[in-house]
């Protein structure tokens, strides 16, 4: 089956699936009541979007100059900094780190970017046991899943489905609340934290003008997988760069608002290398990963190289009427909702994913909530164009459109169809794409112009 045709199929089954809808409209409007109050906390949240991305532009057009002075300045500080064009290269690079610090456990917190090289994985072939510690994660990691969501990677399961999870495979009570199953794994985590070889984290942003790396996390986890393992390995996506350490003032309250409606997340933390003498802890060694995965081929689209600006907040995902009707899963990539439609097509190919830009009403929600102003309904709208031009296309959508087309060029190719003709020739449609919840709608017996001209008569 086609990733196309597999989207399809998944699309249609989760769209009636109705405890899959109420976990998602539920977990959503309490994200939507925080966000609410998280914008009130502005004066003017339209200035501070501008000003983030004008900085974001800036990047785009400096994007070497940001990235070899982030390089320069990290690796003054004894950090090893190393680039991957792709997954496969990324991948070579984790599995010697990892030969030659003999790693057999290894904890992670806070990088969806691992999800695209799949870390997971790769250490678990080498006999190596990876532990994602966010709570989210290490859910869907226990459940056997990827993640639903980039900020919320459990969102599709209530508590009650968390508890069934846990008592399967951990033997904890049925009836566990969420204080209870949290603690829980607090435990399970601080034992694999004191133990592990190697932690890996993302970046949320690299500042270029101190070499550091920015991680924003709620639980700490960040903090305690880099804390004891002799190595801090960083896996970041290229487009987080941004030019200086004074630019977080606006960044960290902006990714908050609009990804959990915080004024500030709880922990924000800056990694500028590994521990000196005079600290106690923190790893010895420190290795940066810059990944490239296909980021470059949207940089040189000028239609699509403003999505890089993306900080990865999810507003989009939560705002989208399609992603809230499918779900994450069904998008079946790393990225999913608007920008997963906008970015996966360049980075895993047209061929196989242009589909997704077609999976918007480009109603324009992404664009109103986008705190950096990425123009994400005219991306989606060129990559379709795209999609035609490279004829990727399904021959019969081509006809359709061609007859369409010759239908409506001018107003007799309505008028000269009566109308129960029209009835009969869409009533196909009920059964083949347009869904089992819907009826086509019935055409009059006579067009509107000719209704017109006969009651002007």
């Not at 399961?157 to 008592?167: P, V």
């Not at 920015?214 to 760069?241: C, D, Q, R, Y």
């Not at 869904?435 to 019935?442: C, E, H, L």
Request: glycine letters at 8%.
């Amino acid at each position: 089956m086609s990733h196309s045709h597999k989207f399809t199929h998944d699309a249609e089954a989760i769209a009636f699936d109705v405890k899959h809808r109420n976990t998602i409209r539920f977990n959503i409007s309490r994200y939507d009541a925080a966000v609410s109050k998280g914008m009130a906390r502005y004066n003017n949240v339209e200035r501070a979007k501008n000003e983030a991305a004008a900085i974001k532009r800036d990047v785009l057009q400096n994007w070497d100059k940001f990235l070899l002075q982030f390089e320069k300045n990290i690796s003054s500080r004894g950090v090893k900094v190393l680039w991957a064009k792709d997954s496969n290269e990324a991948t070579k690079q984790i599995i010697q780190i990892l030969i030659e610090n003999e790693a057999r456990l290894l904890v992670k917190s806070k990088s969806m970017t691992t999800e695209e090289i799949e870390l997971n994985e790769t250490a678990e072939k080498m006999g190596c046991e990876s532990v994602e510690t966010d709570l989210g994660e290490f859910i869907v990691q226990v459940a056997g899943e990827k993640p639903y969501h980039i900020v919320t990677p459990a969102m599709h399961k209530s508590k009650g489905d968390i508890a069934k999870l846990f008592n399967e495979k951990f033997g904890t009570p049925i009836e566990s609340t969420p204080e209870e199953m949290t603690e829980y794994v607090r435990q399970v985590l601080r034992k694999k934290y004191t133990t592990a070889q190697v932690g890996v984290t993302g970046a949320n942003f690299l500042i270029a003008d101190i070499g550091g790396i920015s991680v924003t996390e709620n639980e700490g986890n960040g903090l305690m997988s880099t804390a004891f393992p002799k190595v801090h390995i960083v896996i970041a996506g290229i487009e987080k760069i941004i030019p200086e350490m004074k630019q977080l003032g606006l960044f960290y309250p902006l990714l908050a608002a609009h990804g959990t409606g915080q004024q500030i997340t709880a922990y924000n933390t800056i990694f500028t290398g590994p521990r000196t003498i005079s600290e106690i802890d923190g790893p010895e060694k420190m290795i940066v990963i810059l990944l490239d995965n296909g980021r470059t081929n949207v940089y040189t689209d000028d239609e699509a190289y403003e999505s890089l600006a993306c900080i990865r907040c999810g507003a989009c995902l939560n705002g989208c009427p399609v992603y809230k009707t499918i779900g994450g899963y069904t998008y079946d990539t790393t990225y999913s909702g608007p920008i997963g439609s906008v970015l996966t097509p360049f980075l895993r190919g047209f061929k196989d994913f242009s589909h997704l830009s077609f999976a918007s009403t480009l109603c324009g929600k992404c664009v109103e909530v986008c705190p950096v102003k990425i123009p994400l309904t005219n991306i989606l709208l060129s990559n379709r164009r795209k999609t035609v031009e490279q004829n990727l296309r399904p021959t019969a959508e081509k006809l359709l459109m061609k007859g369409f087309r010759l239908i409506s060029s001018k107003r007799i190719g309505f008028d000269i169809v009566p109308g129960p003709l029209k009835n009969a020739g869409t009533y196909p449609f009920n059964y083949f794409g347009w869904g089992p919840k819907r009826s086509m709608p019935t055409f009059a017996n006579k067009s509107f112009s000719e209704q017109y001209k006969n009651k002007s008569k």
